[in-house]
């Protein structure tokens, strides 16, 4: 059976946490495939994203490391919001015999029963929540998580202390990413002036 995993995200910009979990979820659930998605309308998130073309091709660079990853437009090319369950009704339909592991940060699991239609998110596929093991050591467990403990799997991974909103401030206030993004994403965003007014 095909095992697929799902990466969604805004990428804005793709940093070296995301290419943890993607790697750690690769390694920990033998996945065939992992596909990424960077969001299209993110109804979740109050600020603009930057434009889906460059979140896209950033996503690109940044997991271009990973032959098992597919860098997947669709969430950004599908009109009105990008609804995760929408995205897995297409992958049944296109794999039906295929298990789906949806590869979601400890931050974004805790949301998941404001996410449209979560029901069948979790009838769809077994959600792989990242945990940060190595610090934290016990895992804090979520309501959801209690009451479908089948439908839940930990993914444990390094703390890395990052996030996309931390470096679009550094790179705002001419600060260094250098470790917090690959270089050709750096390269990237130095080139097309991204975050220049964060
Ligand atoms: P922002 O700071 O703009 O909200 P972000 O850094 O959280 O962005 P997203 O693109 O929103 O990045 O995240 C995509 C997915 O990666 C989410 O499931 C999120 O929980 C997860 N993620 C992001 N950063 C980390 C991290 N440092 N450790 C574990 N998971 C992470």
Not at 47 to 72: G, I, K, N, T
Not at 161 to 188: C, K, M, Q, W
Request: overall charge neutral; charged content about 20%.
């Amino acid at each position: 059976m095909k095992r697929i995993g799902i990466f969604g995200g805004a990428f804005d910009p793709p940093h070296v946490a995301h290419a943890a979990l993607a790697k750690a979820a690769l390694a920990e659930l033998q996945l065939d495939e992992l596909r990424v998605l960077p969001t299209g309308q993110a109804w979740h998130k109050t600020r603009a994203l930057s434009p889906a073309p460059h979140r896209l091709a950033m996503a690109q660079l940044a997991f271009a490391e990973l032959p098992q990853v597919v860098v997947d437009p669709r969430e950004i090319e599908r009109t009105g919001p990008s609804y995760t369950v929408d995205t897995l009704r297409e992958f049944k339909a296109l794999w039906p015999a295929a298990e789906l592991f949806l590869i979601v940060g400890e931050d974004q699991a805790h949301a998941l029963p404001s996410w449209h239609d979560w029901q069948e998110i979790l009838e769809l596929a077994i959600i792989c929540v990242a945990t940060r093991a190595y610090t934290t050591g016990a895992r804090a467990k979520f309501d959801l998580e209690t009451a479908h403990p089948s439908r839940f799997r930990r993914l444990p991974m390094p703390a890395l202390n990052v996030s996309a909103t931390d470096i679009r401030a550094r790179i705002g206030a001419h600060l260094s990413v250098a470790d917090l993004v690959f270089e050709p994403v750096a390269r990237y965003i130095a080139h097309h002036h991204l975050y220049q007014t964060a």
